[in-house]
């Protein structure tokens, strides 16, 4: 049901697909979903929240299994990585539909996942700047502006990849001046 739904969602989005769809999809009767979700938004939020994590847990593991690399490959590689994941058909326009469209009815609710999200990339992206402010390769910028720019590359490689086909000659490019930008 689960990656039926995601599935479905990252297609059609939150208005664009039914119980009914997803029931089809697994096959089984649309009545059978009530078992394991109270609602389409129940599914919808589970999915959502689940996308999140799962995004989370690939820049956690980037973090952890490149922590003793210098701060420039650490930083290239938590980028790159997090693009790779949005690069997935499912799990990546999923995580774009909520964060940029999400339902209506659902608005705080999802804007409450993107937030705890949000935070736990906010612990990363804190770490290292604080490494780097340690080792001498960040420039002497404030924490939060190295944090926005951070955002604003990482918001805007998301968008890229889903609008060009030469995606990672733009990232390249894009990053070159991030870390222009950043480092001394």
Known sequence: IIEAAKR????????????????????????SIYNHFKSKNDL???????????????????????????LETRLYLLFKNSCDFILNKQEGMMYVRFLLFPPVELKEEVKAIVEKG???????????????????????????TFQSAFYFLL???????????DFLNRF???WTVFWYGVSK
């Not at 949000?118 to 402010?133: A, C, P, R």
């Not at 918001?155 to 086909?165: H, K, N, P, R």
Request: glycine share 6%; no cysteine; hydrophobic share 35%.
């Open 172 to 174: 390249e490019k894009a």
């Open 118 to 144: 949000d935070n736990e990339i906010d612990e990363i992206v804190n770490k290292l700047y604080t490494q780097g402010i340690e080792e001498g390769q960040l420039r002497d910028i404030p924490e939060q």
């Open 155 to 165: 918001d805007g490689l998301f968008t890229e990849s889903f609008i060009y086909d």
């Open 8 to 31: 479905l969602f990252a297609q059609h989005g939150y208005e664009g697909t039914t119980l009914s769809q997803i029931a089809k999809e697994v096959g089984i009767q649309k009545p």
């Open 44 to 70: 919808y939020l589970y999915v959502a929240d689940m996308v999140m994590d799962a995004l989370l847990m690939r820049m956690q593991d980037t973090y952890e299994r490149h922590r003793n690399e210098d």
